[in-house]
């Protein structure tokens, strides 16, 4: 075989098709289902459950390393997982020079983002108060969390030192895209090497506990917020007249006069 070439003689088992074309459908129905429950009945318990309070400094750092590296990853999988081969052949990327890009700009965002938790959880194990507030619910996340993100780097090293990985690009790709017109190519990810198995049903594993987990802020991240004023101006006078002097004495009851007095009262 040669290398990065898909096994064309692939047995598909009962596992692979419980694990490809059944799993996949499961995490699907808990992590929709799952988030509608928890919207519905602990509405006041969706929430960071922020510690800021209790501890801002590493904070400050490791909250947009991480983030920021996520988003970045997140953008990669898009790219790696929904543009097909034969568009970026199409666009003359070769597939070297595709798998270059994806694995040094992947390898970057997916490092930054393992940095950025491992600084999360150094500090949530050493800030009395932030660990105080971690409950078994969230080291059960952090665990999950960090586990997918060591196979999916696991997998970029293992792309880059052994040749007879196969393509993912031929292999997780097409089932990915598979899953969502509900007819799964059980077959191409059961010719995916170990190290993709693996990762994938970390990232499963990881979209199935969401619903449950503090990880539900994603789904209504305030990005209003970014782009909010750091000082919010509000004019006192709702008829707009700003700045023009209060005359003394009585005032007519609705004039603008008249409000304005009315509210620095
Ligand atoms: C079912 C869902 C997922 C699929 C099909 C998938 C697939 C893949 C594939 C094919 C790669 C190799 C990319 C390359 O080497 O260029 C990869 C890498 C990676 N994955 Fe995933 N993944 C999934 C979920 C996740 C999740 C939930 C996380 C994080 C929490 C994650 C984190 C990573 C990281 C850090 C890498 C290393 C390279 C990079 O940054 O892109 N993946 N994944």
Not at 79 to 107: K, R
Request: proline letters at 6%; charged letters at 15%.
């Amino acid at each position: 075989m040669k290398p990065m070439d898909i096994p064309t003689d692939v047995n598909v088992g009962l596992d692979d098709v419980m694990l490809w074309g059944v799993l996949p459908y499961v995490v699907l129905a808990v992590l929709i289902g799952g988030s509608i429950w928890r919207y519905r009945y602990d509405q006041f318990g969706w929430t960071t459950r922020s510690s800021q309070l209790y501890e801002s400094r590493i904070l400050r750092i490791a909250s947009p390393l991480f983030h920021f590296g996520i988003l970045a990853v997140i953008a990669g999988h898009f790219i790696g997982l929904v543009i097909p081969e034969s568009w970026t052949d199409a666009a003359g990327i070769s597939e070297h020079a595709y798998h270059i890009m994806a694995l040094s700009i992947g390898a970057v965002a997916g490092f930054g983002t393992l940095v950025g938790v491992a600084l999360l959880i150094y500090r949530r194990r050493t800030t009395g108060p932030v660990f105080m507030a971690t409950t078994r619910n969230d080291k059960f996340m952090y665990v999950v969390l960090v586990g997918a993100l060591l196979a999916g780097l696991a997998t970029t090293l293992v792309n880059v030192f052994d040749p007879t990985v196969t393509d993912y690009r031929l292999t997780v790709s097409p089932w990915f895209r598979s899953i969502w017109i509900f007819q799964p190519d059980i077959a191409a990810m059961a010719a995916a090497s170990f190290s993709f198995k693996l990762h994938v049903l970390w990232g499963l594993a990881l979209f199935a506990i969401w619903p449950f987990t503090r990880l539900v802020h994603a789904f209504t991240a305030p990005l209003q917020y970014l782009f909010r004023p750091y000082i919010v101006y509000r004019s006192r006078d709702p008829q707009g007249v700003g700045a023009a002097p209060v005359r003394r004495g009585w005032a007519p009851v609705g004039t603008p006069d008249r409000d304005r007095r009315n509210i620095r009262r």
